[in-house]
């Protein structure tokens, strides 16, 4: 079973559409995580949340909302999307939001997202 | 300002011989580190972490040191195999805040 899994895998879409990108973890863990790569191989975190609250929030555009339903779940909806938003998109979770010896972060396998 | 940074972009290696993978952080409060690696179409795995209070750490063929007055962190793989070639992630981490930072990335290539 897949630990951290998120859907769909590939999407592409035009300029203008709004969609949302699923994330699950199965791990029982708290903290949940929504990473973008960039063209350059970069993970650049966008937002976290511990217990379906949110701890951390990147500087990203309005457009890019997260929504937890629950603690095992973290979409990330992103409207109007523009051509930049191009990139492949990582949920990851990790056991609490402070990171101890012996915790880590768990990856999905991302989101390959194009914008046409 | 980008406060870790992985300076070679690339590192080409024999197989069985040792790679060596580099990171340079500038916050000093940065407490865990980690290494995750890449294949092309698939998300990081984790490798291996160390925290601040330690110099070293090892799980089978792979090496973490930490040298904390230099703020440098490196992955030794010993011995390097064909099936390590991926990008290798160094991330660091300020636990109080719980924020993550990720380098660059190095592509490793074992030849055989």
């Known amino acids: 079973d897949t630990a951290v899994s998120q859907t769909p895998k590939y999407l592409v879409t035009q300029m203008g559409n709004d969609k949302s990108i699923k994330c699950e973890q199965n791990l029982g863990h708290d903290t949940m995580y929504w990473y973008k790569q960039d063209s350059k191989k970069f993970l650049k975190i966008m937002f976290s949340?511990?217990?379906?609250?949110?701890?951390i929030n990147e500087t990203v555009p309005n457009r890019f909302s997260p929504k937890s339903p629950d603690k095992a779940h973290l979409n990330l909806h992103i409207n109007s999307l523009e051509l930049g938003d191009s990139a492949v998109y990582f949920c990851?979770?990790?056991?609490?939001?402070?990171?101890?010896?012996?915790?880590?972060?768990?990856f999905g396998e991302g989101s390959w997202l194009t914008v046409v | 300002d980008q406060q870790v940074k992985q300076n070679s972009p690339s590192l080409s290696v024999q197989e069985g011989r040792i790679s060596i993978l580099n990171c340079d952080y500038t916050n000093s409060m940065f407490d865990y580190f980690l290494w995750y690696k890449k294949y092309p179409a698939e998300g990081p795995t984790f490798l291996i972490s160390?925290?601040?209070?330690?110099d070293k750490n090892e799980d089978g063929r792979f090496t973490v040191f930490l040298n904390k007055s230099a703020k440098h962190l490196s992955l030794h793989i010993v011995p390097s195999q064909p099936g390590d070639s991926a990008v290798y992630f160094c991330?660091?981490?300020?636990?109080?805040?719980?924020?993550?930072?990720f380098g660059d990335g190095t592509t490793l290539t074992v030849k055989p």
């Open positions: 991330a660091a981490i300020n636990t109080n805040a719980g924020k993550s930072t």
């Open positions: 990851a979770s990790s056991q609490v939001f402070r990171l101890l010896s012996g915790n880590t972060i768990y």
């Open positions: 160390i925290s601040s209070i330690k």
């Open positions: 949340y511990n217990n379906k609250e949110l701890i």
